[in-house]
């Protein structure tokens, strides 16, 4: 398992050819209270997986979302909104899943950002546990994790309810992935998708 550092980057190839799918998965929890007669409730936690597909001059071609589940047809897929996270405990399973598939993408897009955010405005601080990660395989097989961030439990990420996994683009004939990791002080998706692009592209 190769797992990046912030600012790292690595070639998305595979027995020197590039890959052809890689997914962004994301696993967190229901936040837990104490409720007025010493019992405890769950409160869902809405996060939000998305990608934004940019030009070679840092125009936004595209984004998937949970309102715009596909594009390129179908070369970026979203499995589907989860409102709720894991109610009852870590099952292991991502809640989210963004699929990519590298080589069905228009020549046009360069580079294609991953990003994070909670619609709820729940500080990353306060959810029990939250990470984001990409990795080689398919949406039900983890082969391979190459960028991880454990979101709840890393202290930069407090106070934040947005942040950027990384950046895939492209270099010579394959793509290259450099990893972000790094939280932004958005509030929804587009402004996290605007601070890629003055920031990070």
């Not at 936040?31 to 997986?49: H, P, Q, S």
């Not at 407090?158 to 450099?178: D, T």
Request: contains cysteine; negative net charge; glycine residues 12%.
């Amino acid at each position: 398992m190769i797992s990046l550092e912030k600012g790292q980057r690595i070639s998305l190839e595979k027995n020197g050819s590039g890959l052809n799918e890689v997914c962004v998965g994301v696993n967190w929890g229901a936040i837990e209270k104490k409720g007025f007669f010493g019992g405890v409730k769950k409160e869902a936690v809405d996060l939000d997986a998305s990608v934004g597909a940019f030009d070679a001059n840092k125009q936004l071609s595209a984004v998937v979302y949970f309102g715009d589940l596909k594009a390129f047809n179908g070369a970026i897929s979203h499995s589907g909104d989860d409102r709720t996270g894991d109610m009852d405990g870590d099952d292991g399973l991502d809640n989210e899943i963004i699929t990519i598939k590298m080589n069905t993408l228009p020549a046009t897009v360069d580079k294609v950002a991953i990003v994070l955010n909670s619609f709820g405005g729940h500080d990353f601080k306060t959810i029990p546990f939250a990470s984001i990660r990409l990795y080689e395989g398919t949406p039900t097989r983890v082969d391979n994790v190459i960028a991880n961030y454990n979101i709840a439990n890393d202290a930069k990420f407090n106070g934040s309810v947005a942040m950027v996994l990384g950046i895939m683009y492209r270099h010579n004939n394959g793509w290259k992935f450099r990893a972000v990791g790094e939280p932004t002080a958005d509030r929804e998706l587009k402004g996290t998708l605007q601070t890629v692009a003055e920031l990070y592209l």
